[in-house]
C-alpha cells in the first residue's frame, strides 16, 4: 500500500488542522494505521492510532482531547483532526500503516507498522 499524507500548513496556536492519510489500493479496510511526528531536533513520536474497523484507538497523553483520529473507508482515508493546537504540535506529520488480522489492534510502536508516508508538516505559531 502506498501513503500520501496531507493537510499540514501554519496556524495560529489554537487553531485547528485535519491532516488527511489517503492509501492506494482496494484493501486499506485490512491495516491498522498509525500517525506519527517529529519536531526539529527530537526523535518520532507516536501521536494516535485506529484500528482497522475504526472502533479501537489510541492517542498520546499530550493530544488526548484535542485531536481526534477516525477512517472513511470509503474514501480509503483515515484523518487525524487536531484542535487547540499548541505550538509544541509543531512537526512533521508522518502516517504509517501494517496489513493485521484483528479488527481491534491498535499499536503505538514505530515497529510495529511496515508502510510509511511523507510527511506533512504543521506549524504552530504562538
Same mark, same amino acid.
Given at each position: 500500500?502506498?501513503?500520501?499524507?496531507?493537510?499540514?500548513?501554519?496556524?495560529?496556536?489554537?487553531?485547528?488542522?485535519?491532516?488527511?492519510?489517503?492509501?492506494?489500493?482496494?484493501?486499506? $479496510?485490512?491495516?491498522?494505521?498509525?500517525?506519527?511526528?517529529?519536531?526539529?531536533?527530537?526523535?518520532?513520536?507516536?501521536?494516535?492510532?485506529?484500528?482497522?474497523?475504526?472502533?479501537?484507538?489510541?492517542?498520546?497523553?499530550?493530544?488526548?482531547?484535542?485531536?481526534?483520529?477516525?477512517?472513511?473507508?470509503?474514501?480509503?482515508?483515515?484523518?487525524?483532526?487536531?484542535?487547540?493546537?499548541?505550538?509544541?504540535?509543531?512537526?512533521?506529520?508522518?502516517?504509517?500503516?501494517?496489513?493485521?488480522?484483528?479488527?481491534?489492534?491498535?499499536?503505538?510502536?514505530?515497529?510495529?507498522?511496515?508502510?510509511?508516508?511523507?510527511?506533512?508538516?504543521?506549524?504552530? $505559531? $504562538?
Amino acid at each position: 500500500v502506498q501513503l500520501q499524507a496531507s493537510g499540514g500548513g501554519l496556524v495560529q496556536a489554537g487553531g485547528s488542522l485535519r491532516l488527511s492519510c489517503a492509501a492506494s489500493g482496494r484493501t486499506f $479496510s485490512m491495516y491498522a494505521v498509525g500517525w506519527f511526528r517529529q519536531a526539529p531536533t527530537k526523535e518520532r513520536e507516536f501521536v494516535a492510532s485506529i484500528s482497522r474497523s475504526g472502533g479501537m484507538t489510541r492517542y498520546v497523553e499530550s493530544v488526548k482531547g484535542r485531536f481526534t483520529i477516525s477512517r472513511d473507508h470509503a474514501k480509503n482515508t483515515v484523518y487525524l483532526k487536531m484542535n487547540s493546537l499548541k505550538p509544541e504540535d509543531t512537526a512533521d506529520y508522518y502516517c504509517a500503516a501494517v496489513n493485521v488480522a484483528s479488527t481491534r489492534w491498535v499499536a503505538s510502536a514505530q515497529g510495529d507498522y511496515r508502510y510509511w508516508g511523507q510527511g506533512t508538516q504543521v506549524t504552530v $505559531s $504562538s
